[in-house]
């Protein structure tokens, strides 16, 4: 998070546009076919009435840690509403 927007994978979005953050989680796709699988997880920014970007986190905890950020640095509400 910085002082003039938000910069998330490939999108810079300003931080006025901005009206949540939250988590989304999946399972790979081996886990409906009985394979190995592993969840998913990804920062989902919603801006515009409605619209979202989302970008891939490696690891939850780090994800998490974002989150923990938004929600101590700025006013953006955190958690889907």
């Known amino acids: 998070v910085g002082s003039f ?5 490939t999108h810079y ?7 949540r953050v939250f ?3 999946a399972v790979s796709k081996g886990f409906y076919e009985g394979k190995a699988f592993g969840t998913l997880s990804y920062l ?11 970008c891939r986190f490696e690891r939850e905890d780090e994800l998490d840690m974002m989150l923990s950020a ?3 640095r ?6 889907k509403n």
């Not at 927007?5 to 994978?9: A, Q």
């Not at 979005?13 to 009206?19: D, G, K, S, W, Y």
């Not at 989902?44 to 989302?54: F, L, N, P, T």
């Not at 700025?74 to 958690?79: E, F």
């Open 5 to 9: 927007g938000l910069f998330s994978c």
């Open 70 to 72: 938004f929600r101590s």
């Open 23 to 25: 988590k989304r989680l």
């Open 44 to 54: 989902v920014v919603r801006y515009d009435g409605g619209k979202e970007r989302q």
């Open 74 to 79: 700025t006013s953006i509400p955190v958690g």
């Open 13 to 19: 979005l300003p931080r006025t546009r901005v009206e």
